[in-house]
């Protein structure tokens, strides 16, 4: 059964400083998508990356970026000189191929203090 | 270009009711699923729709139908509320394929009393 798990509940730094949220999932198949939403307080899911388990290069988009470790099984975001904007709830999800069943992780909640 | 649209933005209801909400995709997005979200938790799969046929079903009781119309919006319904449906139901809208990205709308708040 596929299963995530985001072990940090909260998180609060202060701007400018780095921060990474872990994700640890769990799955036995060996083809599988990995997913970063970020959730604002207007409560809408906004899509950040998606990455297939085939593709473990690291991605950086700007500040954000993500390291893909399957020997953990993890896939860890960091917001490289958080900003106040960044605070939001952080949810990774993964979801089996030829499953439409998107798991979410219980969420981290990021705050950014100015 | 529209995100997905969702409403109604808030609903209370009373426990024994029946609720309809309403989602209407990205131009172009054939696929909708539907999303429960209880307060503190992580959304949790309730259904997924691709040219008006189900794809998918998470683990919820029979009370939760939905369907999705030949314009590709779809609508969920909850027969006889508990107080325990209270949470936010979000809607998202996918391209054709397995896995792909899914775009969320804001959701609709249910209140169940």
């Known amino acids: 059964a596929q299963k995530v798990t985001q072990a940090q509940t909260e998180i609060s730094v202060v701007e400018k400083e780095d921060v990474t949220l872990d994700c640890v999932y769990e799955?036995?198949?060996?083809?599988?998508?990995l997913f970063w939403y970020k959730q604002p307080p207007s409560g809408e899911l906004v899509f950040l990356i998606r990455?297939?388990?085939?593709?473990?290069q690291n991605e950086i988009s700007g500040r954000y970026s993500w390291n893909f470790q399957k020997s953990t099984s993890s896939f860890n975001f960091t917001i490289t000189a958080s900003q106040v904007v960044d605070s939001a709830v952080y949810f990774c999800?993964?979801?089996?191929?030829?499953?439409?069943?998107?798991?979410f992780g219980a969420g981290t909640r990021l705050t950014v203090k100015p | 270009d529209a995100g997905v649209t969702q409403s109604p933005t808030h609903l209370i209801k009373t426990r024994g009711q029946h609720v309809t909400l309403r989602c209407s995709p990205i131009s172009g997005h054939k696929s909708v699923s539907w999303y429960q979200q209880v307060l503190g938790q992580g959304p949790q799969f309730i259904f997924q729709?691709?040219?008006?046929?189900?794809?998918g079903r998470g683990n919820f009781p029979d009370r939760f139908s939905a369907r999705q119309f030949p314009n590709y919006s779809s609508e969920l319904n909850v027969n006889a509320l508990l107080l325990g449906d209270s949470a936010l139901y979000l809607c998202?809208?996918?391209?054709?394929?397995?896995?792909?990205?899914?775009?969320f709308g804001q959701g609709t708040r249910l209140t169940v009393v």
């Open positions: 990455r297939n388990s085939f593709d473990e």
């Open positions: 998202a809208s996918s391209l054709p394929g397995m896995n792909t990205e899914a775009f």
């Open positions: 729709y691709y040219e008006k046929e189900e794809r």
């Open positions: 999800a993964l979801s089996e191929a030829n499953n439409n069943d998107m798991r």
């Open positions: 799955t036995r198949d060996t083809t599988y998508y």
